[in-house]
């Protein structure tokens, strides 16, 4: 017997046990002084009440014999499919009920789906990069190339014709930068891959940040994705269900390749190794589609917009270089007076008690910047900028 052995190709990521170790060390010296947490990915408001109210009908339902849900379809309830239907017809997208599949989230969905591409694929991601798509790849021995998100692109890398490419990894708006490809950008991309006959697998976790005009809320807003994308969404950051667990992956009846369907092949994938999410799940997930659920989430998300925006506007203030907080969570800056990420960490932590995330830990391009994030409470959020402007400001 022998495990994977790709396993020991992994890069150990000692980013979050860093932090975390750190800001015990001094918490436990400092017992005095308050922390600000500004480095957390999760959000921090409660569900919306529309969804409480959906989750106790169904619970209530699976109490009596007459309206108990045993298995389900392992790729949604038609009630579900149905209300995603109608959100993406609200961007100008229509798709097909089979081109949708509800997952238990968006990280599961963007592993599993490696089960339907031949292993001597060549992937190419982002640097700085989710570190989800580079391991998922490298568990299943695949080579991962990096192409470089930088200042100088705004950290949103263009295709590069003379770069040989089948599955390519688009993260927009951006974790960790916060940056957002605009729809003609996009159209490069899926130019870029029809052309190649590649494959984008377009990450749209963060889809419901977006504010401005222009922006792609999914790729399937862009003529010709349709044959080229497969997209990744999440009820995680739209409506708090990172605790909850439901997503969805769009996979067009049109992306085909030498006679073979990628919806077919993940229908097949989901079907033999997937039972579905729980129908109370389900449930609670449509109630974020009715009017009452889309007007309580969209203040809930306008909470950490806010949040952005106290984050976005200390930068400003300062003058300091940033991507994202308008269309996104994150606010990925560069770190004043040529320090690098750790050691920006260590300043902030020990002059004012503000914890961020280094952004060296997502990838050689990360060196030299850092990720503030907007999901805390507006006091803590406020207290932390007001800290930083008098720190930087000196
Ligand atoms: N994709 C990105 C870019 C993320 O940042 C995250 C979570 O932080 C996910 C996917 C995972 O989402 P889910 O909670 O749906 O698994």
């Not at 925006?309 to 770190?335: E, H, Q």
Request: charged fraction near 20%; aromatic fraction near 12%.
């Amino acid at each position: 017997m022998h495990f994977n052995t790709h396993f020991n190709d992994i890069a150990q990521s000692y980013l979050f046990s860093t932090i975390a170790q750190k800001v015990a060390a001094y918490s436990a010296a400092n017992p005095d002084k308050t922390i600000l947490r500004l480095g957390i990915g999760d959000v921090t408001l409660p569900l919306a009440p529309a969804v409480i109210y959906a989750l106790h009908g169904a619970v209530d339902e699976m109490s009596k014999k007459e309206t108990f849900h045993g298995y389900g379809p392992e790729q949604g309830y038609d009630f579900l499919k149905e209300s995603i239907r109608g959100y993406y017809r609200t961007n100008g997208v229509e798709l097909e009920p089979d081109e949708i599949f509800i997952s238990d989230g968006a990280k599961s969905d963007l592993g599993n789906i490696l089960d339907i591409f031949a292993a001597d694929n060549k992937v190419l991601v982002p640097d700085p990069v989710y570190p989800v798509y580079v391991d998922t790849n490298v568990m299943a021995g695949r080579k991962v190339e990096y192409m470089n998100a930088t200042a100088q692109n705004g950290f949103l890398p263009m295709p590069d014709y003379s770069v040989d490419a089948d599955i390519i990894y688009l993260c927009s708006p951006n974790n960790p930068t916060g940056a957002a490809y605009s729809k003609a950008q996009l159209k490069e991309w899926v130019d870029y891959a029809n052309a190649k006959g590649a494959v984008i697998l377009y990450d749209a976790a963060y889809e419901c940040f977006i504010t401005e005009e222009g922006l792609a809320r999914s790729i399937f807003q862009i003529d010709g994705a349709k044959t080229c994308a497969i997209e990744f969404c999440s009820f995680s950051k739209t409506a708090g269900f990172t605790g909850t667990r439901c997503g969805y992956t769009v996979v067009p009846l049109a992306l085909k390749r030498d006679g073979m369907s990628a919806n077919k092949m993940w229908l097949r994938r989901q079907t033999t190794k997937f039972n579905g999410v729980p129908y109370i799940v389900q449930r609670g997930a449509a109630a974020v589609f009715t009017q009452e659920g889309q007007k309580q989430i969209k203040a809930n998300i306008a909470v950490y917009q806010s949040n952005a925006k106290i984050i976005a506007d200390c930068m400003d203030d300062l003058g300091i270089w940033y991507t994202g907080g308008k269309n996104s969570p994150y606010i990925w800056l560069k770190c004043p007076n040529g320090m690098d990420s750790w050691t920006f960490f260590d300043y902030l932590l020990e002059n004012i008690q503000v914890v961020g995330t280094p952004g060296a830990g997502f990838g050689a391009n990360g060196e030299g910047f850092f990720r503030l994030t907007a999901f805390g409470s507006p006091e803590v959020t406020k207290e932390a900028a007001d800290r930083i402007k008098k720190l930087l400001s000196k």
